[in-house]
């Protein structure tokens, strides 16, 4: 008996102490579950974030570019209006000046018509 209570004595501590361990490793992994699953829900709500900023800053940068090119193409509209404005006037002009060129020649033409009948 003496003999197999020193073994039994000797297995039972070495239970005891694996027992420990066991508990010791549960409470670890516990702790690294835990942490897993916080930096986990940090991960997530930092790619939710990322994608919404992502989002605002393209959509920013189309209303951004698309006024630009609104902008230019109003200043574009704008100067082609002025040019086709001042080009109908000049033409405006140059029909006057024919028709008073055309009425002065006609106005000649009468009195040499009536120079020549007299």
């Not at 940068?61 to 209006?81: C, H, P, S, V």
């Not at 404005?85 to 029909?95: K, N, P, V």
């Amino acid at each position: 008996m003496e003999v197999i209570n020193p073994q039994l004595k000797e297995v039972e501590r070495k239970v005891e102490d694996l027992r420990d361990t066991v508990f010791q490793m549960r409470g670890e992994i516990d702790a690294i579950k835990h942490n897993t699953r916080d930096i986990t829900r940090q991960t997530i709500w930092q790619f939710v974030i990322f994608t919404v900023t992502m989002g605002a800053i393209l959509l920013g940068g189309i209303k951004y570019q698309t006024d630009t090119l609104r902008n230019e193409m109003n200043l574009r509209f704008d100067a082609q209006q002025r040019e086709m404005s001042t080009r109908f006037e000049a033409m405006e002009q140059r029909i006057v000046q024919s028709e008073k060129n055309v009425t002065a020649r006609f106005e000649d033409l009468k009195q040499e018509v009536r120079a020549s009948r007299k």
